[in-house]
C-alpha cells in the first residue's frame, strides 16, 4: 500500500517488566516499522530500565528517556508523561526530518496485531478527515478473549493513532483526567472526525484500569467524571451500569470516586468549550432515557 508519509510512537512505562517484551516484538514486527519509538521510563522500579535499554541498543529508531516519576498515577501524571513524550518526539523527528503525518500513542500493556499501523494509517488515508482514531482491546479472562465495549465515534486512550495537523491544532495532548477523551472532544469541536475500529486490535495483558486494581481504577472513573463536569443524571446512568457489570463493586468504586471529586478535588477542567459540550451531550441522553420513561428534565 502507498503511504503519504511515515508515523512516530509514544509510550509512556511504569513498572511494566511483564509486558514489555511482547509490546516491543510486536512493534518490531509491524508491517510498517515506526521512523521513531520514543518511550518514556516513569522511573520504573521493576525490571523496566534494563529491558528497555538492551530493546534500545539494538534498532536506532528506538529511543528511551527517563522521566522523574512517582507512584502510578493514571490521572494527571500520566496527561504529564503522555504530554511530555508526545511533545518531545515531535520535536525529535521536527530537528532530525523525520517525514511525519500520524503520531501513535500506545501503552506499555498492548500487544498489537502485525499489522495494525498498516490497517490504521489506511483508514487514515481513506478520510482526509479523520483526526484521530484507534483500535479496539480485548483482554484475556481465563481463557476466553474479552473485547472491551465501547460506542465506534470515540477512540479509547493507549491505543490510539493521531494525524499531525489534528493533534497539534488541538493543543497537543491534554493535561487532564481523562485526558484522551478531552483530546476526542477537542478534535471534534475543531472539526474533525473520530472513530474507533473495531476489526483492528491490540491485546491488553490486563482489563483497562486495573493496574493497580479495579477499586482504584474504577474510583478515578469516578474522580475524573466530577473534574470533567459529567451530568449528574449521566453520572447516576453510569453507576448503575457498573453495578450491574462483574465484578459488581465497580460501581461503589465509581460513585466514592466522583463524590471524593465533590468533597476533595472540587475544581472541574478549565477548557469552558470542553465543560459545555460534556453538559449540552449528557443532558441530551438524559432527555433521551427521561422520555423513555415520561420524566421531564
Known amino acids: ?79 504529564e508523561v503522555v504530554r511530555y513524550g508526545l511533545s518531545l518526539s515531535l520535536e525529535i523527528s521536527s530537528a532530525e526530518k523525520i517525514p511525519v503525518e500520524y503520531i501513535g500513542l500506545i501503552d506499555a500493556d498492548m500487544i498489537l496485531e502485525k499489522n495494525f499501523f498498516e490497517k490504521m494509517i489506511d483508514r487514515f488515508e481513506q478520510d482526509p478527515n479523520l483526526g484521530v482514531a484507534s483500535g479496539s482491546t480485548a483482554y484475556f479472562e481465563a481463557e476466553n478473549l474479552v473485547t472491551e465495549k465501547g460506542r465506534d465515534n470515540l477512540p479509547i486512550g493507549g491505543l490510539r493513532v493521531w494525524r499531525r495537523e489534528c493533534l497539534i491544532e488541538t493543543g497537543g495532548f491534554p493535561l487532564s483526567y481523562s485526558a484522551d477523551s478531552v483530546s476526542n472532544v477537542l478534535a471534534l469541536l475543531h472539526g474533525w472526525d473520530t472513530k474507533k475500529f473495531e476489526d483492528i ?63 476533595k478535588i472540587k475544581k472541574k477542567i478549565c477548557i469552558p468549550e470542553v465543560r459545555r459540550y460534556y453538559r449540552k451531550k449528557h443532558l441530551e441522553i438524559g432527555r433521551y432515557y427521561a422520555g423513555k420513561f415520561k420524566f421531564k428534565l
Open 201 to 263: 486490535i491490540g491485546i491488553q495483558t490486563r482489563r483497562t484500569g486495573s493496574a493497580e486494581g479495579l477499586w482504584k481504577g474504577y474510583k478515578t472513573k469516578g474522580e475524573s467524571d466530577y473534574y470533567r463536569d459529567y451530568h449528574p443524571i449521566y453520572v447516576l446512568s453510569k453507576f448503575i451500569k457498573y453495578s450491574f457489570t462483574h465484578p459488581f463493586y465497580i460501581g461503589i468504586a465509581y460513585m466514592e470516586g466522583y463524590i471524593n471529586g465533590i468533597v
Open 1 to 79: 500500500m502507498a503511504i503519504k508519509s511515515g508515523y512516530i510512537l509514544t509510550t509512556p512505562c511504569k513498572n511494566e517488566e511483564k509486558s514489555l517484551p511482547e509490546l516491543a516484538e510486536s512493534i518490531i514486527n509491524q508491517t510498517i516499522t515506526p521512523k521513531l519509538w520514543l518511550i518514556i521510563n516513569d522511573n520504573s522500579t521493576d525490571n523496566s530500565a534494563k529491558i528497555l535499554r538492551d530493546i534500545e541498543t539494538k534498532y536506532n529508531w528506538i529511543r528511551v528517556v527517563t522521566s522523574e516519576g512517582q507512584k502510578r498515577d493514571l490521572s494527571f501524571h500520566y496527561a
